[in-house]
Nanobody, 121 residues
Framework: QVHLVESGGGLVQPGGSLRLSCAAS????????MDWYRQAPGKQRELVAT???????NYADSVKGRFTISRDNAKNTVYLQMNSLKSEDTAVYYC???????????????WGQGTQVTVSS
C-alpha cells in the first residue's frame, strides 16, 4: 500500500505565498511523475503542475510564473511553491503520483487526501 500525505495549506491574503508538501510512503519501488491538481467548489479537478522523475516540469497557464514544482526523490516528496496568490487559486489541492511497487511492475496512480488553500483578505 502507498500513502500520499499533503501539508502546508491554509488561509493567505492575496499576493501572499504558501508552500505545499506531499510525501509518499509505503511499498514504493519507484515514482515516475508527481503532480499537483486542484479542485475549486463547483469546478472540475484540474492539473496545476507536473514533474517527472528526471526533473521535467509542466504548468497550467494560469499558474505559470507564480508556482514552482520541485521534488526530493530521496524523500519521495513533491513540493509546490505558490507565490503571488490570487483569490481564484482558492481550492483543495491534491497530489498525485505514478508509482511502481515492484521492479518491472505496472504503474499505479495514487492520490493524497487534499489540503485546502484559501486566498482571501
Amino acid at each position: 500500500q502507498v500513502h500520499l500525505v499533503e501539508s502546508g495549506g491554509g488561509l493567505v491574503q492575496p499576493g501572499g505565498s504558501l508552500r505545499l508538501s506531499c510525501a509518499a510512503s509505503g511499498s514504493i519501488f519507484s515514482i515516475n511523475t508527481m503532480d499537483w491538481y486542484r479542485q475549486a467548489p463547483g469546478k472540475q479537478r484540474e492539473l496545476v503542475a507536473t514533474m517527472t522523475s528526471g526533473g521535467r516540469t509542466n504548468y497550467a497557464d494560469s499558474v505559470k510564473g507564480r508556482f514552482t514544482i520541485s521534488r526530493d526523490n530521496a524523500k519521495n516528496t513533491v513540493y509546490l511553491q505558490m507565490n503571488s496568490l490570487k483569490s481564484e487559486d482558492t481550492a483543495v489541492y491534491y497530489c498525485n503520483a505514478g508509482v511502481t511497487v515492484v521492479a518491472g511492475g505496472p504503474l499505479y496512480s495514487y492520490w493524497g487526501q487534499g489540503t485546502q488553500v484559501t486566498v482571501s483578505s
